[in-house]
């Protein structure tokens, strides 16, 4: 397994991205089969993700703006989806050798080690704003309040997430547990698979892979 991938690793690694000023950048580092590439690819797009959502709900610009901006969701959604599962094919090579020990009864994990990875990157997010909200001098002391009270709640499950990340790596060690890569059917984003793509007039209706 990869030098330190565990729960608490992936959770500094997320927090120190976050308290970096130029996080998320421009560009991704060029792909490898690294982990850890693509835990960064995963946090990036749940980041850029995080600040398009906000955008998107804005109220004072035109509409086309806000057109683009789902637009881009859907983008950067495909791109965080496609790096959960490379996060999983990456962690069930290096897992390879444990797997022929597998027990008869280990238990299938209905969540994969890259979807939990992905939720304590979305956890990460919401850490770091809430947090940013109990530090605002311009609001009442029944929000900050209610605030605080928020973020205690998401840092414990973060905590608890981070523990089952880390049981379920171990079990799949040790032979009792595993997990299969499940592949992302977005099939609002193939214009072969959405009726509202493939029914406009001239749109061709060969069939394709599902995205």
């Given at each position: 397994?990869?030098?330190?991938?565990?729960?608490?690793?992936?959770?500094?690694?997320?927090?120190?991205?976050?308290?970096?000023?130029?996080?998320?950048?421009?560009?991704?580092?060029?792909?490898?089969?690294?982990?850890?590439?693509?835990?960064?690819?995963?946090?990036?797009?749940?980041?850029?993700?995080?600040?398009?959502?906000?955008?998107?709900?804005?109220?004072?610009?035109?509409?086309?703006?806000?057109?683009?901006?789902?637009?881009?969701?859907?983008?950067?959604?495909?791109?965080?989806?496609?790096?959960?599962?490379?996060?999983?094919?990456?962690?069930?090579?290096?897992?390879?050798?444990?797997?022929?020990?597998?027990?008869?009864?280990?238990?299938?994990?209905?969540?994969?080690?890259?979807?939990?990875?992905?939720?304590?990157?979305?956890?990460?997010?919401?850490?770091?704003?809430?947090r940013e909200q109990t530090?605002r001098v311009d609001a009442?002391?029944?929000?900050?309040?209610?605030?605080?009270?928020?973020?205690?709640?998401?840092?414990?499950?973060?905590?608890?997430?981070?523990?089952?990340?880390?049981?379920?790596?171990?079990?799949?060690?040790?032979?009792?547990?595993?997990?299969?890569?499940?592949?992302?059917?977005?099939?609002?984003?193939?214009?072969?698979?959405?009726?509202?793509?493939?029914?406009?007039?001239?749109?061709?209706?060969?069939?394709?892979?599902?995205?």
């Open positions: 397994m990869a030098d330190n991938l565990d729960a608490g690793s992936i959770i500094s690694f997320h927090d120190g991205k976050l308290a970096d000023p130029g996080w998320p950048g421009s560009a991704l580092p060029e792909a490898t089969n690294d982990i850890w590439h693509w835990i960064e690819a995963n946090h990036r797009f749940n980041t850029l993700l995080w600040n398009e959502e906000d955008k998107a709900r804005r109220t004072d610009v035109d509409a086309s703006e806000i057109a683009a901006s789902k637009r881009l969701i859907d983008q950067y959604n495909q791109r965080r989806n496609d790096a959960i599962e490379a996060i999983d094919e990456a962690i069930l090579t290096e897992l390879d050798p444990f797997l022929s020990m597998r027990h008869s009864e280990a238990r299938l994990n209905s969540e994969t080690a890259g979807a939990m990875i992905d939720r304590l990157s979305i956890l990460c997010l919401k850490i770091f704003h809430m530090l009442s002391a029944e929000h900050i309040a209610t605030c605080t009270a928020k973020l205690n709640r998401l840092i414990e499950q973060r905590k608890d997430l981070g523990a089952c990340f880390d049981g379920l790596i171990e079990d799949a060690r040790e032979g009792r547990a595993y997990f299969k890569v499940y592949r992302q059917f977005k099939m609002y984003n193939d214009p072969t698979l959405n009726p509202y793509l493939y029914a406009r007039p001239g749109a061709s209706t060969q069939a394709g892979s599902a995205q």
